[in-house]
């Protein structure tokens, strides 16, 4: 008995060496590596980041201040604000009605939604931006009904959160509908049983599940609605101090050699990036600190 044990054991230890055996490198692939990724990360991220900043304040404090404060840099911060405060609440409804559709419910047609959702990964942001043109523009599908009404959505604000939406809306989904299959539908079963209606259901039983999944996909939303660059260039116009987002204003002022005002709000741009990077890592933590109570 106890040499069948003791077998037994040889054999799971044995077993164990191997695999860590097959999982040890020589440590110099594993420093290659690692100098590598440190290469890799300081070459294509920290440098042009660095640069960004150094050259917006090339000139100093009062050129870098002037340059955020002037008119037009107001005017684009303003509409980028806006975009993002109508995109990322309509994404947030849309994309958690989605994923509790596809996740909670079995229906015809549940693939075609899912691949419809990722479509915007797959077309090209300017594609996005002159499909708007082609139905909303002056020769497009409703441009005459639109003129004739006075309702201008092309190379208006109208047009621009139409771009920012069609671009973001599947972030949050993409990030729920994963956590809630995985979730299964066995809570939200348990209590229609017990007489629960559908929105307390999805209060107390669905939407605590989700909280930190939800709050992830909509930092992202909101991160990809402030930096959008083609769809929305394509159907704003470049009004400057009307449909200038923050990246069209940086591409302007570039355009006309005035890079001291481009990098400074180039700069912006990367602070909000960094404060997103932030908040996600948080969120992330947290994430895991709920799941680890659990």
Same mark, same amino acid.
């Given at each position: ?9 040889g054999?799971v ?37 660095a ?11 009062d050129?870098y201040?002037?340059?955020l ?17 109508i ?9 958690? /009605? ?11 047609g ?14 090209s942001p ?25 309702i =201008? ?19 949050? /989904? ?36 989700? =909280?930190?999944?939800?709050i ?5 939303c909101?991160a ?6 083609? /769809? ?37 741009? /990367? ?8 908040? =996600? ?11 680890? =109570?659990?």
């Open positions: 008995m106890s040499g069948a044990i003791a077998s037994h054991w054999s230890d044995a077993g164990r060496y191997e695999n860590n055996a097959a999982t040890r490198e020589p440590a110099w692939v594993k420093w290659t590596l690692i100098i590598v990724s440190l290469s890799f990360f300081a070459f294509f991220l920290l440098l042009p980041l640069v960004v900043f150094t050259e917006a304040l090339r000139k100093g404090w050129a201040r002037v340059a404060v002037e008119p037009d840099a107001l005017a684009a911060v303003a509409l980028t604000l806006t975009a993002a405060a995109a990322v609440p309509l994404n947030l409804v849309f994309g958690v /009605a989605a994923a509790w559709l596809i996740a909670k419910f079995e229906f015809r549940r693939h075609l939604l899912v691949t419809l959702i990722d479509l915007p990964f797959s077309v300017v594609i996005a931006g002159l499909i708007y043109v082609l139905v909303f523009g002056a020769q497009g599908w409703f441009g005459p009904w639109l003129q004739e009404h006075d =201008k959505i092309i190379f208006a604000v109208p047009g621009i959160v139409l771009a920012t939406v069609f671009v973001t809306f599947p972030f949050v /989904a993409r990030e729920l509908i994963p956590l809630m299959e995985a979730q299964g539908r066995e809570e939200e079963e348990a209590a229609a049983v017990l007489g629960a209606p559908g929105w307390k259901t999805f209060w107390h039983v669905t939407l605590p599940n989700i =909280k930190w999944g939800l992830y996909g909509v930092i992202l909101n990809r609605a402030m930096g959008e660059f083609g /769809a929305v260039s394509v159907v704003s116009g470049h009004i400057r101090g009307e449909t200038n987002t923050l990246p069209l204003h940086v591409e302007i002022l570039y355009n006309e050699y005035n890079f001291a005002a481009a990098f400074a709000v180039a700069s912006l741009l /990367a602070l909000l990036a960094l404060v997103t990077l932030a908040i =996600k890592t948080l969120v992330e933590w947290q994430g895991r600190r709920a799941t680890i =109570k659990e």
